[in-house]
């Protein structure tokens, strides 16, 4: 039994964490976080659709298929129905990938108890509604409580136990924000809390969300100018001007700027665009080594959740009047037809800004070359 004090104020309130979680997606990534669950020997029931992985979890502790040999916690144990995996849940953790996240959440509806919180694990923007995941989820189940959980965390690394940290962000009521040691995200931080596992806490879903989504893309730009045969400094520009795409999408949509150097964003830029362990990232590699789409991982199907999301992710900058051009490059190259030469080009010989001017000037003015150079005479 995990207790642990949560600073609040003079006096510290113990925080009471979650006694029979459900992990809702057995493959990588809801392993993992099960695993971490798990871990102080907690009853953690998993779901998969897959009887095999399943099994492979109930009775070897493992997930062979997607966790190789890593030894997972006895007390984790498999369910394929739904039903069983919810019954006496008290806290769920949906980890899914992006595209499935609307039909499972429907699916879980009829099995879930009253108020069960719900934390999303899945990274992206829904196509045609431009919803987080949070929202999706919301509306599926919306008598729910709905956070999310997101940081930079390889899952074939959580399991063998290098030390990772992620963020948990849920909305705050009123009595949480007098006392968070109560809130969902403080309890669901320590469940997931170990040795290995730091988890720390936010009220801002919109800025965690956006920093897990869009990474994804500027992985994929890292990963397809690294495969083109460019180094560090490249890889750097596109890392840093990536981190001022999603603080203006995470601020136009009412997140904090502040988010976006955390763990879930910057922490996750960093981790995901420098590492070929990252899909989005190795997609990008290979493409950028001229290797065709269909036989990018040798033609296995893998979850790259930036591909699909470069759309939805530019279709709500557009919509909303914000200029991502690096997730364009990547639309270009992934669902225009581009040629990567032409379109870095293009990327490259965009107008010079005024680095601090990028971010506060494009908000209070569509700026344009103008307004750019009127503020920066007012400013100097
Ligand atoms: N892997 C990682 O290191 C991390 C991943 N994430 C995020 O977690 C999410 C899941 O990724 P990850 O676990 O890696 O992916 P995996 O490919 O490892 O696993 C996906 C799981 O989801 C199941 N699944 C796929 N489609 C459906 C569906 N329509 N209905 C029910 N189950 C479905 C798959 O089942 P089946 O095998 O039967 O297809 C599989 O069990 C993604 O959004 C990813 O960005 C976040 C942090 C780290
Ligand atoms: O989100 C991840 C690490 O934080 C996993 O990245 P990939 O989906 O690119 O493998």
Redesign the pocket.
């Known amino acids: 039994m995990k207790h642990q004090s949560f600073q609040n104020g003079p006096v510290p309130s113990a925080v009471t964490p979650f006694t029979a979680p459900t992990v809702i ?6 392993t ?1 976080l099960a695993a971490s669950l798990a871990e102080d020997g907690t009853a953690v029931k998993i779901w ?3 009887a095999a ?1 399943v099994d492979d979890i109930t009775n070897n502790n493992r997930n062979s ?2 966790t190789g040999e890593a030894p997972l916690p006895p007390s984790l144990s498999g369910c394929y129905e739904m039903a069983d995996a919810l019954r006496g849940a008290d806290v769920v953790l949906l ?4 595209g ?1 996240i609307r ?2 959440a429907r699916d879980m509806r009829p099995h879930l108890a009253p108020g069960t919180p719900i934390a999303v ?4 923007i829904e196509p045609e509604t431009g919803l987080l995941m949070t929202q999706v989820v919301e509306e599926e189940l919306s008598s729910h409580p709905v956070g999310c959980v ?1 940081g930079p ?4 690394e959580t399991v063998l136990h290098h030390p990772t940290a992620a963020t948990v962000a849920f909305a705050f009521s009123p009595a949480e924000r007098l006392d968070p040691a109560r809130s969902v995200a403080a309890r669901l931080a320590v469940s997931l809390s170990s040795q290995h596992f730091r988890a720390y806490i936010s009220d801002d879903l919109v800025g965690v969300e956006i920093g ?1 989504a869009v990474k ?1 893309v500027i992985a994929l730009a890292c990963g397809m100018l690294t495969g083109a045969g460019f180094g560090d400094n490249t890889r750097a520009a596109l890392i840093t001007r990536g981190l001022d795409e999603m603080k203006a999408l995470a601020l136009a949509l009412g997140g904090r700027r502040e988010t976006l150097t955390g763990l879930s964003g910057l922490g996750d830029l960093t981790l995901t665009c420098n590492s070929p362990t990252s899909r989005n990232m190795s997609l990008g590699l290979q493409l950028g080594q001229g290797i065709a789409r269909e036989d990018c991982f040798e033609g296995r199907p ?2 790259v ?1 930036g591909e699909a999301n470069t759309l939805s992710i530019t279709d709500l900058a557009r919509a909303l009047g914000i200029e991502m051009p690096i997730c364009e490059f990547v639309r270009a190259i992934l669902h225009d037809g581009a040629d990567l030469g032409q379109a870095f080009a293009a990327l490259w010989a965009r107008p010079i800004e005024a680095e601090p001017l990028a971010m506060d000037v494009a908000f209070a003015h569509p700026a344009t070359d103008q307004d750019i150079a009127t503020l920066a005479e007012r400013i100097s």
Request: glycine share 18%.
């Open positions: 997606g057995a493959g990588a990534w809801g993992a998969g659709r897959s992985v298929a997607f980890v899914v990938p992006s499935a039909a499972v694990c899945a990274k992206g997101s965390t390889f899952a074939k897990g994804n893998v979850v959740e």
